[in-house]
């Protein structure tokens, strides 16, 4: 499903459900007096977005890892196994170090793409770098200028990020191999 259909989906279909089932579950405590109704608006739309790309990224990442986990040769857990390590041990110190060398470039590469697909929480109104641009742009109509600050501002968190996280896989990297 595309990252902007979730966005609406969850501003506009999810908020609104979830706010009527939790009047449901308390309307014994709002009858009473002891709280007050919940209202769609008291869901703000910085909190729908973030709710929209983490379910959007879960699956992703959940792949990502069972992946680099199955990545992992059964003869070492056998190994773990025949040493009478406990399975959180077996875990801890023999498949999840291996398992981390398989899994960290794409998680990386998830973790690059969210921050550039953040700039879709601008079509809810949220106050982020692509909205606070459009905010600009249409009140000096200097689109030119202000959507090149934002595409550099993009262009610096991505390519920062990424150096970033390519530094700690080579770090890793060379952990492992020593």
Same mark, same amino acid.
């Given at each position: 499903m595309p990252v902007l259909v979730l966005l609406f989906y969850i501003a506009f279909v999810g908020? =609104?459900?979830f706010v009527a089932g939790w009047n449901w579950l308390t309307a014994p405590l709002a009858t009473a007096g002891l709280i007050e109704p919940m209202m769609v608006r008291d869901v703000s739309l910085m909190w729908r977005a973030?709710?929209?790309l983490m379910i959007a990224y879960s699956a &992703?990442?959940?792949?990502?890892? +069972?992946?680099g986990i199955q990545s992992v040769d059964k003869g070492q857990v056998e190994a773990a196994k025949a040493l009478g390590l406990s399975r959180g041990q077996r875990f801890r110190l023999v498949i999840f170090p291996q398992a981390l060398k398989v899994? &960290? =470039? =794409?998680?990386?590469? #998830? &973790? @690059?793409?969210? @921050?550039? #697909? /953040?700039s879709l929480v601008s079509v809810l109104g949220v106050a982020d770098i692509t909205q606070m641009g459009k @905010?600009?742009? /249409?009140? /000096?109509f +200097?689109? &030119?200028e202000t959507y090149s600050i934002v595409a550099y501002i993009y262009l610096v968190l991505t390519i920062g990020l990424s150096l970033g996280l390519r530094r700690i896989e080579k /770090?890793? +990297?060379e952990r492992s191999s020593t």
């Amino acid at each position: 499903m595309p990252v902007l259909v979730l966005l609406f989906y969850i501003a506009f279909v999810g908020a =609104p459900g979830f706010v009527a089932g939790w009047n449901w579950l308390t309307a014994p405590l709002a009858t009473a007096g002891l709280i007050e109704p919940m209202m769609v608006r008291d869901v703000s739309l910085m909190w729908r977005a973030i709710i929209a790309l983490m379910i959007a990224y879960s699956a &992703f990442i959940a792949e990502i890892f +069972r992946a680099g986990i199955q990545s992992v040769d059964k003869g070492q857990v056998e190994a773990a196994k025949a040493l009478g390590l406990s399975r959180g041990q077996r875990f801890r110190l023999v498949i999840f170090p291996q398992a981390l060398k398989v899994i &960290f =470039p =794409p998680l990386s590469n #998830d &973790f @690059v793409a969210m @921050v550039k #697909d /953040s700039s879709l929480v601008s079509v809810l109104g949220v106050a982020d770098i692509t909205q606070m641009g459009k @905010v600009y742009a /249409s009140g /000096s109509f +200097r689109f &030119f200028e202000t959507y090149s600050i934002v595409a550099y501002i993009y262009l610096v968190l991505t390519i920062g990020l990424s150096l970033g996280l390519r530094r700690i896989e080579k /770090s890793l +990297r060379e952990r492992s191999s020593t």
